[in-house]
């Protein structure tokens, strides 16, 4: 199963400090400027603090009052950088660890790699940052493979912990699904000649390190959909800000540029807008952490929309062997002996099947191992007859494929046809045991559902996710372990065509699909989906087709990945709700404060009662910074994603984020309020 | 507020509810080019029209060239209305010998009618010709709001088609409008009014003797046929002055109240024609539940401001009973003013039966937020429907996020583009609204034309501003319009109000039909239940409210709190 890399406290000393130093460095107007919001907030910023500085000079006593304000509207410019730098300080320890690996090593090149010559083959010592796409290195044991690649001759066993953190080595080999190594990794015996396949400076490794950084990020299409909205929120309350004054001026009130900044500020979605960023990247390092590596940002968008999940049934939905699940004796043979015919016939086969009838035989009917003597012959299985077993004296066991036992049986009763056939329709593999030629009964051999899947795809279900299990079995066998999974749909004896049909078709009725698949056969499927989840253990070609990749190799976390992506869109569309509904307690905070000197009567408008127009504006003003703070934990931990339908996750969130919105900050300025005033601040 | 009271209001809405689901089937199949009840009767005449037109009905337009042509015909429509008004002088039909309509006047007439707006800065019986009545104005009625029917449509094509490079004709589609919905449902509706007591007649004037044997002349006309455009295509330019309050527009409760159903009966229509359209009635029926909830609720709190009275006069020993029956009918009274304000701008018609300037602060507050909201509840022919529809997609936006999914509406991703255009569309409204209003309070000239100080000035002038913006076309009055810089600037809203909002959603249209249908499963929110409903009205009351908030505080709101107080202006 899947194993969770343990993320860094949220308050982990060390990314604060760094973050705390980023924040003031993301100031440069430069950067900003890709956050509109913010950036504005930083503009207005600047300019309430040239009013603050004018105030000082000029000593008019509104100083204390535009000072404070310039502050805080700092505060949450800086606020909003803080979040962002925490969320990429989070990614930045794993980036660090991965580029030792990237150091500059050397590599033995293969200076003729066609051999024209047919001479003895001749390498030179080159820097592995000068290697090419089709340059071949030959790597021993104990060096770094120099780039990704894939083995062209010889077999050698890995060390791929660096990336994927499992420090059991693998196999690595020419040809097949195993061929792909991957830069950084370390030949652990035997050695390899590696065709390298990735430029320099976008190695496996290099592309992780900008992925964890956060370098290079790019808005993922539905962040840039969500800025233009609050972009357009911004450029609306500069509006609604600006014609204030004059509509101010007809009422009889004079507003100071300082306070009329101030409810630009605490109007537009600064929280959102502080905190869009952050939740993007705290999303990719949720991935991460998961030992998922995405190429990019939108296939995590993607996997929160998928509707169609392609799994492999052998190693997802079924433990990758058949297990023993049934005795079923012919009539006339007693169940006592049938199983303990069994039970001898299997105790010298070690494969996972024979394994599994012997515990069988243990557990279901009560026997105690017995041992074999010395006298006991055994005979292996072998692919020719597929019939294994032991001679005992005075007893010949048999076991094996039916109609090969059957072939050498006496006699073949009709109730044992009718058991393996219903077996064979049940989805079963059947195995028929004979002793001196007798047949004694069949073993029904079946695929052991994982426990917990069927709960898995009853969740997936109530997301609204179709799951669809791939097989090589024939459709009889396939519908049976179908309908004990509880997937909604199979494909059965799947050819790798198939599955690029059955994704096509999907996509052509408006669904997208999720699948996972490490061969080089999966490569045109894996690309055609949605999301296409390549195993780390795959193959280069497989690797390269999918947008990405588990290093795990486990194909279960297709469900983790899907979760994954839609508590990203959950968080920000929640985020922005709570922002938006913050507004309604902002104007009642502020209108009333502007307005109170020129219609006293206004005042009833105050609900909140605060002590002054100064102490409402500035309460407000705390408040919009503050509140970026208080939920820099949620945008990185990400909303709790529950499965169920979308109609009850919406009424939740729209009671927490929305009417939450709404009431929170009432709660929240009335205290900063009676602070305020308690510290006569305004 | 009293039974009788909400049973009137009552009665109307249900009959219009009534109405709209089958006529909203009609409207559907007409504009889908099915077949329909006046299929036989008038297909050889829309043929016709074709032929005469040069006009190939199945070559469908893309967005751009759809909207091309709606702008091509409406400029037209600008432009030779403008000319009738400069030129009527020397035109034909003219008994009473009017000069040309100044520039300034004309120039914000014919936008107005073009718009669907029907602002009127002048008085009709002594500024305009019988020709430019009828050949300009009345044609208008109908065109203007076929056209946005038309738009409304293309809207829905967008929604309904899947990877289509066009959204219809706009020329079929106006023709269509006008010729199957707008000129039949006119006929019968005229007839009923004529039966009511509406004249409908040549004849210039009639004499009559008054109680006191005196003699009074009153003048009448073709008044029926123009009433019943003038609400059922929510125009809102009224044959007489008074508008719907003229005994002669409308002379009973009964008339009153058919012209309440007539106003409100396509708009609703409308939504339901959408869901059809889209192939799921739920659709369109939760449009229209979410319409008529907004309707409802301003409704019955600007029933209640007005049935309150005021308590000024309350204070002074005057029967409080009646309400607020300043500026109101008797023959109305004042659940059905109530109604008919909140309707009038609920949709983009404007006709007034009361003056919405002479009601209490904040029953005054509800037509003025009416229009503030962009007149969506149910909104103009076809505008409401389209105007709904945009802030669903906002609302869906946010809404879809917070399931965890690309947002999509009806199958439709909204993504980056759309979401582009649906801000574009958004923000017109409030930089039409706001900036004009606050340029006026600056302005010498603007504040001139006010009748009344303080907040409720400023209350008139932010109430013409949304009325132009929202080519809705009803005035607070108080405000003298017909001045140089009123009559410009309502003239550019209503051009921003109406073309700068629509381009930005035939936009949109294209962009949804161009795209893929996604498939919904458990996983899509459903947008036909009361969940989607209730986070409509949240988004549409959240979102204006802010915009407008501010604005309202120094308006009717702090006149409010200033009458309390005994403070008036």
Known sequence: MSHKVAAPGLFDAAIIKRAAVDALKKLDPRRLARNPVIFVTEVVSAVVTAFFLRDLLAQNGAAFFSGQIAAWLWFTVLFANFAEAVAEGRGRAQADALRKTRSDTQARRLIDPENKSGMKEVYEGVSALDLKPGDVVLVEPGDLIPSDGEVIEGVASVNESAITGESAPVIREAGGDRSAVTGGTTVLSDWIKVKITAAPGSTFIDRMIALVEGAQRQKTPNELALSILLSGLTIIFLIVCVTLWPLAVYSGATLSITVLIALLVCLIPTTIGGLLSAIGIAGMDRLIRFNVIATSGRAVEAAGDVDTLLLDKTGTITFGNRMADEFVPVQGVSEQAFVEAALLASLADETPEGRSIVALAKSVVGFTTPKLGPEAQIVPFSAHTRISGVDLPGRTLRKGAVDAIAAHAQSVPVDFERAVERISRAGGTPLAVSENGRLLGVIHLKDIIKPDIKSRFAALRAMGIKTVMVTGDNPITAAAIAGEAGVDDFIAQAKPEDKLAYIRKEQQGGRLIAMCGDGTNDAPALAQADVGVAMQTGTQAAREAGNMVDLDSDPTKLIEIVAIGKQLLMTRGSLTTFSIANDVAKYFAIIPALFVVAYPELEAMNVMKLASPQSAILSAVIFNALIIIALIPLALKGVAYRPVGAAALLRRNLLIFGLGGVVAPFIGIKLIDLAVSAMHLA | ?569
């Open chain 2, 1 to 569: 507020m009293t039974a009788i009271g909400l049973a009137q209001i009552a009665i109307v809405l249900i009959a219009v509810i009534v109405a709209a689901a089958p006529l909203g089937g009609y409207i559907s199949r007409v504009l889908n080019g099915e077949r329909s009840l006046l299929t036989p009767a008038l297909a050889p005449v829309e043929r016709a029209f074709y032929r005469c037109a040069g006009v190939d009905p199945a070559q469908e337009q893309s967005w751009l060239a759809y909207t091309m042509a709606m702008l091509a015909f409406s400029l037209v429509g600008f432009l030779s209305l403008f000319a009738l008004q400069r030129l009527q002088g020397v035109l034909p039909l003219n008994p009473q010998g009017f000069g040309g309509v100044p520039a300034d006047l004309a120039f914000n007439t014919s936008i107005s009618f073009v718009t669907n707006t029907n602002w009127q800065n002048y008085s009709g019986e002594t500024t305009m010709s019988h020709l430019t009545q009828m050949l300009g104005l009345t044609v208008h009625n109908f065109l203007s709001a076929a056209t946005g029917l038309a738009m409304a449509f293309a809207l829905a094509r967008g929604f309904a088609r899947a990877e289509s490079p066009t959204v219809g004709n706009f020329w079929v589609d106006l023709t269509r409008a006008t010729l199957y919905v707008l000129l039949p449902i006119s006929i019968v509706v005229a007839l009923v009014l004529v039966a009511l007591g509406v004249p409908q007649t040549l004849q210039g004037s009639i004499e009559a003797s008054t109680l006191e044997s005196a003699k009074q002349v009153l003048s009448i006309g073709p008044v029926a046929s123009q009433e019943a455009i003038k609400e059922l295509g929510t125009n809102g330019g009224g044959f007489f002055n008074a508008n719907s309050a003229h005994p002669f527009e409308s002379p009973s409760a009964l008339s009153n109240m058919l012209e309440i159903w007539a106003l409100l009966v396509i708009p609703f229509a409308t939504a339901f024609a959408f869901g059809r359209s889209v192939v799921d009635f739920r659709q369109g029926r939760a449009i229209a539940i979410a319409m008529l909830i907004v309707l409802v609720a301003g409704v019955l709190v600007a029933y209640w401001a007005e049935a309150s009275g005021n308590p000024l006069l309350t204070d002074i020993g005057v029967d409080s009973s009646p309400g607020n029956m300043e500026g109101k009918e008797v023959r109305f009274g004042v659940a059905t003013s109530a109604l008919f304000a909140a309707s009038t701008t609920g949709t983009s018609c404007g006709a007034v039966n009361a003056m919405h300037d002479s009601f209490m602060p904040l029953g005054g507050l509800i037509p003025l937020f009416n229009m503030l909201m962009g007149s969506i509840a149910p909104g103009g022919v076809g505008a409401g429907l389209y105007g709904f529809l945009l802030l669903a997609i906002i609302a869906v936006f946010v809404a879809g996020l917070m399931v965890g999914r690309t947002p999509e509406y009806l199958g439709k991703k909204i993504e980056a583009r759309e979401m582009k255009l649906a801000m574009l569309a958004v923000l017109i409204y409030p930089l039409s609204v706001l900036c004009f209003t606050g340029a006026s309070v600056m302005l010498k000239t603007g504040l001139d034309s006010l009748n009344n100080a303080g907040p409720h000035g400023l209350s008139e002038i932010l109430y013409a501003f949304a009325s132009a913006t929202d080519n809705n076309g009803s005035a607070f009055a108080g405000l003298t319009g017909n001045t140089l810089w009123y009559n410009t600037t309502l003239g550019v809203a209503m051009l921003l109000g109406r073309f700068a909002f629509v381009i930005p959603v035939l936009a949109i249209a294209g962009s949804f039909a161009a795209k893929k249908k996604v498939a919904a499963s458990v996983g899509t929110f459903p947008t036909h239940g009361p969940l989607f409903i209730g986070l409509l009205l949240g988004v549409i009351i959240i979102l204006y409210l802010l915009q407008y908030f501010p604005a309202l505080a120094l308006g009717p709101i702090v006149e409010h709190f200033l009458m309390l107080a005994g403070k008036t202006f």
